[in-house]
């Protein structure tokens, strides 16, 4: 029986903070320039709760001591770039038990890496009250480009932040919506402009949150933005510009709704595909679970679509990985949800076949998943890290291997977490993995449960409360756990 309340208060965890990572806004967009301010972090997302990989592992009922800080680095993206090496971008958190009046400190990092994973250069970029890293690409002119987001106050905002090909800063430009917004994905497209993709809360009301697409210039000035509602939250995860220089997008629709002592969740796949100018030409909405997300696409070599992504049955806590193939209108031709499994980035590889990058969430690794063109499994292989693992982003490399990054740590205890860069053969195989993190801080890898009055009362206090719609989540959660761990 405490088996089963634990489970169910970490899936509502998970619920609550992929609504808080997703609860972000616009409609007359304003840009604010280079704003350089003092650093205390409104968090967007809160890694100290890994979602990739909380299914399957209810916390254990142990005696833990909350000694100095928690130290996050995640990778979220990462590209082979022309000299055959490697850019992640992600971003740190620091949180200090000894002092959580201090608040989160949250950064954007940039990461350069040789053919063989040694460590080139390293850029952290510190400006407003904290910034994250969410989407990279290398630019025509070997410069790199980062979308995420980035807070002032009380305001999050889109971000594009573009920097040489020595990671130097080059210019950065925040797109604010009427309260909140931010950038999940961005893409140089072929007029050396920028489009990214992400979410905006309406100016009609805070607590709709609509789907973002917006379009810049080759120095980050607006040339169009779009915003697109579907349901109460509307969300973009990730934009490619299509052969007939539209644009194609994917991410999630939905809603939720309080009854009395529980939590109504129905949310569901968008794919959304523009003209040049971010007109609609058409849109899908696809339902398999509860929780749908459409978290990575590409165009396929047939002019179709391939999206991956994260399907979550409530009932059961269980999350599965979605593998859904599109034909060039939008048509489902075939998918996939394979369990246990959390599934975060898609890309076709050179056989016709796909890779998928995420998460084994019974075992709590990063996960390669190789198909056929028909999405049929071929192989899947895990890699552990440090002892747990998270797999967000994946290539193909040049020599027809993949490249993932995502992150890991020693246990899920752990109050560090690194950076994690994962290179294999064609196979899957593993050909060498870096877990990147700097700091000299000794750590307590464990927290005990009659300390969680700390994280409720700082952590998760700040992280809801922007926002009456997650602070009554909040309240459902305390009140669904309280008397556990008290």
């Given at each position: 029986m405490q088996k089963k309340i634990y489970k169910k208060a970490i899936v509502f965890i998970t619920i609550i903070i992929f609504f808080g990572a997703s609860f972000t806004s616009v409609t007359s967009l304003k840009i604010y320039n280079n704003k350089i301010h003092t650093?205390?972090?409104?968090?967007?997302?809160?890694?100290?709760?890994?979602?990739?990989?909380?299914?399957?592992?209810?916390?254990?009922?142990?005696?833990?001591?909350?000694?100095?800080?928690?130290?996050i680095n995640i990778g979220q993206c990462v590209q082979q770039i022309h000299d055959n090496g490697y850019i992640v971008t992600g971003f740190k958190q620091k949180f200090d038990f000894r002092n959580p009046g201090s608040g989160i400190i949250q950064n954007t990092i940039i990461m350069k890496h040789n053919a063989n994973?040694?460590?080139?250069?390293?850029?952290?970029?510190?400006?407003?009250?904290?910034?994250?890293?969410?989407?990279?690409?290398?630019?025509?002119?070997?410069g790199f480009i980062i979308g995420g987001s980035a807070v002032s106050s009380d305001i999050s905002y889109a971000l594009l932040l573009k920097t040489d090909d020595q990671g130097n800063e080059?210019?950065?430009?925040?797109?604010?919506?009427?309260?909140?917004?931010?950038?999940?994905?961005?893409?140089?497209?072929?007029?050396?402009?920028?489009?990214?993709?992400?979410?905006?809360?309406?100016?009609?009301?805070?607590?709709?949150?609509?789907?973002?697409?917006?379009?810049?210039?080759?120095?980050?000035?607006v040339e169009w933005n779009k915003t697109f509602y579907y349901?109460?939250?509307?969300?973009?995860?990730?934009?490619?510009?299509?052969?007939?220089?539209?644009?194609?997008?994917?991410?999630g629709t939905g809603n939720f709704e309080f009854l009395p002592g529980s939590l109504n969740i129905n949310f569901k796949v968008l794919v959304l595909k523009t003209d040049i100018s971010g007109n609609?030409?058409?849109?899908?909405?696809?339902?398999?679970?509860?929780?749908?997300?459409?978290?990575?696409?590409?165009?396929?070599?047939?002019?179709?679509?391939?999206?991956?992504?994260?399907?979550?049955?409530?009932?059961?806590?269980?999350?599965?990985?979605?593998?859904?193939?599109?034909?060039?209108?939008?048509?489902?031709?075939?998918?996939?949800?394979?369990?246990?499994?959390?599934?975060?980035?898609?890309?076709q590889t050179e056989d016709n076949g796909y890779i998928l990058g995420g998460t084994n969430t019974a075992s709590s690794k990063a996960m390669l998943l190789k198909t056929d063109e028909n999405g049929n499994e071929q192989w899947t292989k895990t890699y552990k890290g440090l002892g747990i693992s998270v797999g967000i982003s994946v290539k193909q490399t040049v020599?027809?291997?993949?490249?993932?990054?995502?992150?890991?740590?020693?246990?899920?205890?752990?109050?560090?977490?690194?950076?994690?860069?994962?290179?294999?053969?064609?196979?899957?195989?593993?050909?060498?993995?870096?877990?990147?993190?700097?700091n000299n801080h000794k750590l307590e890898s464990n927290i005990k449960y009659n300390h969680f009055r700390i994280l409720q009362k700082t952590f998760l206090q700040k992280f809801f409360e922007k926002s009456p719609v997650l602070k009554r989540l909040l309240f459902l959660l305390i009140s669904q756990i309280k008397d556990m761990l008290y």
């Open positions: 650093l205390e972090i409104h968090p967007f997302r809160n890694p100290l709760f890994p979602t990739d990989f909380i299914f399957d592992h209810p916390i254990k009922n142990k005696e833990m001591n909350p000694i100095g800080s928690v130290f994973g040694e460590g080139e250069w390293k850029k952290t970029f510190e400006f407003m009250n904290g910034n994250m890293g969410n989407s990279i690409q290398q630019t025509d002119d070997k080059e210019w950065k430009k925040t797109y604010q919506g009427f309260k909140n917004s931010m950038a999940n994905s961005v893409q140089q497209t072929a007029d050396k402009g920028f489009i990214l993709t992400g979410s905006s809360s309406s100016s009609n009301d805070e607590n709709i949150t609509l789907l973002l697409l917006l379009k810049t210039d080759e120095v980050g000035n349901d109460n939250i509307s969300m973009g995860y990730s934009v490619q510009q299509t052969e007939d220089m539209g644009y194609i997008i994917t991410g609609i030409e058409w849109s899908k909405i696809f339902e398999f679970m509860d929780i749908d997300i459409g978290y990575s696409v590409q165009q396929t070599k047939d002019k179709g679509y391939i999206i991956g992504g994260t399907t979550i049955l409530i009932s059961s806590y269980t999350s599965h990985a979605l593998l859904l193939k599109l034909d060039e209108l939008g048509n489902e031709q075939w998918h996939k949800t394979l369990a246990k499994k959390n599934g975060r980035s898609v890309q020599d027809k291997g993949f490249i993932l990054t995502g992150s890991t740590s020693k246990s899920i205890y752990s109050l560090k977490t690194s950076t994690y860069l994962v290179k294999t053969d064609e196979n899957g195989n593993l050909v060498w993995n870096k877990a990147l993190i700097k």
